[in-house]
């Protein structure tokens, strides 16, 4: 056996596990429409991203979490969208500023 069979021999492992964490992030939609987040709520695992669309034909909606010291979006106007990556896990509670009625939860794993 020549020295370099060894480097050969754990190529394809070495392959695969870059193709696994290249592929690892994923994003989840969450629509917001009929003044509720759908769905209310989402599991993801830590590094995916979830993006909220308005599907409403007339009115604005934000996400808020407000345990984060106020994290917001911008204010979503119809077919506009937000996107956040989730890189720590835990529960994250939002809601709309304009509509606190409107409540949804991102449960991020590890």
């Given at each position: 056996m020549f020295?370099?069979?060894?480097?050969?021999?754990?190529?394809?492992a070495v392959l695969a596990l870059v193709s696994f964490?290249?592929?690892a992030d994923e994003t989840v939609s969450v629509d917001i429409q009929g003044?509720?987040?759908?769905?209310?709520?989402?599991t993801v695992r830590v590094g995916d991203t979830v993006k909220w669309t308005n599907r409403e034909k007339r009115t604005s909606h934000s996400v808020l979490f407000p345990a984060e010291n106020g994290l917001e979006s911008e204010r979503l106007f119809p077919d506009e969208s937000w996107e956040r990556r989730f890189t720590k896990p835990g529960?994250?509670?939002?809601?709309?500023?304009?509509?606190?009625?409107?409540?949804?939860v991102v449960i991020v794993g590890e």
């Open positions: 020295a370099g069979w060894k480097i050969l021999k754990r190529a394809p964490v290249a592929g003044y509720k987040y759908v769905p209310t709520e989402v529960r994250y509670d939002y809601t709309c500023t304009p509509h606190p009625e409107m409540k949804g």
